[in-house]
């Protein structure tokens, strides 16, 4: 379904360079949960950045069911992003003044969806995420956890074609590790494609195919 081919990124440090991605080729099908590991700094995170489409590789393509996707304009960048994928980060990014329910509708929003549309399909996401009774509270008062599940929701109320998860659980303890993992899990039974990155070996077990990652390179799936 997403392809990525001899992938590069270089970052110019006054005189030096960095090597962030060197050379990655890599395929995600459709429903597969795909789990890319390795230490900080590997490049696991820049290589979810350009398959999300957030960064720009210093060389390289990528292809979404068989077509280029980094010739596109910025615009239609943006409605691809919003459409298509669906994106769960370690930092959560919710505002913290909006309720629960607000912060799951902002893609909605984007989209252009009617108030009550949204409504209901935001009431859909946070119950398959079991945050139903907490749409009205405000996302500041919230555990972490629960702000985890309130970013997976808020991923899935568009039904994208793919969900790319950085470090979900790299902010959270044990017990709300395995609740947000187990959620990941039961959402990929469903069909959705997942592919998340972490340093967890661990969390990795919950996936059907693991990859991992050094020094900006594929050394392992």
């Given at each position: ?29 459709k ?14 995170s ?12 210093t ?44 912060n799951?509708e902002i ?11 949204r ?19 405000p ?44 959620i ?6 469903t ?31």
């Amino acid at each position: 379904m997403i392809k990525c081919v001899d992938l590069k990124k270089v970052y110019s440090e006054g005189n030096n360079q960095v090597i962030a991605l060197n050379g990655i080729s890599l395929s995600v099908e459709k429903g597969e949960f795909v789990v890319i590991r390795g230490k900080s700094g590997c490049g696991k995170s820049t290589l979810l950045n350009m398959l999300g489409l957030i960064d720009k590789p210093t060389s390289g393509d990528i292809l979404f069911e068989e077509n280029s996707i980094l010739s596109i304009s910025e615009k239609e960048k943006a409605r691809f992003r919003n459409k298509r994928i669906g994106y769960i980060f370690q930092s959560f990014y919710l505002d913290p003044a909006y309720s629960a329910m607000q912060n799951v509708e902002i893609p909605l929003v984007i989209s252009g969806i009617q108030r009550d549309v949204r409504r209901q399909m935001a009431e859909e996401a946070l119950k398959a995420v079991g945050m139903d009774s907490r749409g009205r509270t405000p996302a500041g008062a919230l555990s972490g956890g629960e702000k985890q599940r309130i970013c997976i929701a808020r991923a899935l109320v568009n039904n994208p074609d793919i969900i790319l998860a950085d470090e979900p659980c790299g902010s959270l303890d044990s017990q709300n590790t395995k609740q947000v993992m187990e959620i990941l899990s039961k959402i990929h039974e469903t069909g959705v494609t997942i592919l998340m990155v972490t340093h967890s070996e661990e969390d990795a077990r919950y996936a059907s195919r693991r990859i991992l990652m050094e020094d900006g390179r594929i050394t392992e799936g």
